[in-house]
């Protein structure tokens, strides 16, 4: 159904000769994730580089919400490389389509902020578990590297809304504001970028399959 006001009532109780009523429905509440298919790959191969360079130094990786894996331990974007400011650039415009979506025109506007990343890299066996990222207002996930025969491997965000809307389910009723309670799952490929609001929790699920599974996750955060 259409999120617009709508002018023709309830379809399913309307009869011939009765009268159309106006009706509106309000998504109140709701929870935006931006999601292009088409980001900076001619950056992938360096970026790959320079992931299998930094892991050559065990002080570079550290445990946090990867179990397995291999999580850069800094800042991403302080690493002097010039693929780095690229790829900076690239995402702060992302970062900025994103803030001014929800402006009207006339409204947008350039925003000052400051972005804090880092690397994973995940292979056969390896996830991350539910989290989100405090400090920031917006969070991203950029694939630079997805196996093709990846099995597993989504990123899974948690409905936000706790568990409340599956305890009012009625059986035999499907509803629209209840969801499967597992999340919406989002298929990694090479290229993507997905970009969230930083409170939404999400985990990684495990995967199977052959390579290496190279995500570039950051923060937007006030500078
Ligand atoms: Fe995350």
Known sequence: MSTQNQQNGPASTLAEGVPRIKVSLTPMFATWVYLCEDGPKHLNQRLEELAHQLMQDNSNAIQRTNHGGWHYAFDLFKVEEPVVAEFRD?????????????????????????LKGWINVNRAGDHNVLHCHPGSFVSATYYVKVPTDIKGGEIVFRDPRGPAVAMYETPGIELPWVGSGMGVPFSPAT???????????????????????????FNACNP
């Open 90 to 114: 690239q995402m702060e415009q992302h970062v900025q389509a994103f803030l001014n979506h929800f402006r009207s025109d006339g409204n947008k506007k350039k925003d000052s902020f400051c």
């Open 191 to 217: 290229g993507h970028l997905l970009l969230f609001p930083a409170w939404l929790e999400h985990r990684v699920e495990r995967f199977e399959g052959s390579g290496e599974r190279i995500s570039i996750a």
